[in-house]
């Protein structure tokens, strides 16, 4: 079992910066897959940001060279640095990562952005 608790959202204006964070309730030093995905209202939950199980990193089209997802294990945390935030970048953001098997995630944060 694990547990993610995410934090930092808020309402932010077009152009302005966020960063999030994502807790976990153990180590991830073992863990490959994990990262952020984001709901909008009406819509599907979409992949924003992820480690991939090669060890590298995905992007959603939309946020490359706008979002930066890292990591620092000794702090059990996943972070996603957003910047040139926009109107429709806002949603829901749910920290997500699979562990045995099982995908796991948190309560989600919201971030809206708008003037």
């Known amino acids: 079992q694990v547990e993610l608790v995410e934090s930092g959202g808020g309402l932010v204006q077009p152009g302005g910066s966020l960063r999030l964070s994502c807790v976990a309730s153990?180590?991830?030093?073992?863990?490959?897959?994990m990262g952020w995905y984001r709901q909008a209202p009406g819509k599907q939950r979409e992949l924003v940001a992820s480690?991939?199980?090669?060890?590298?990193?995905n992007y959603a089209d939309s946020v490359v060279g706008r979002f930066t997802i890292s990591r620092d294990n000794a702090k059990k945390t996943v972070n996603l640095q957003m910047s040139s935030l926009r109107p429709e970048d806002t949603a829901v953001y749910y920290c997500?990562?699979?562990?045995?098997?099982?995908?796991?995630w948190g309560q989600g944060t919201q971030v809206t952005v708008s003037s």
């Open positions: 997500n990562l699979r562990f045995l098997g099982r995908h796991y």
């Open positions: 480690f991939t199980s090669a060890g590298s990193t």
């Open positions: 153990r180590s991830i030093a073992s863990i490959n897959v």
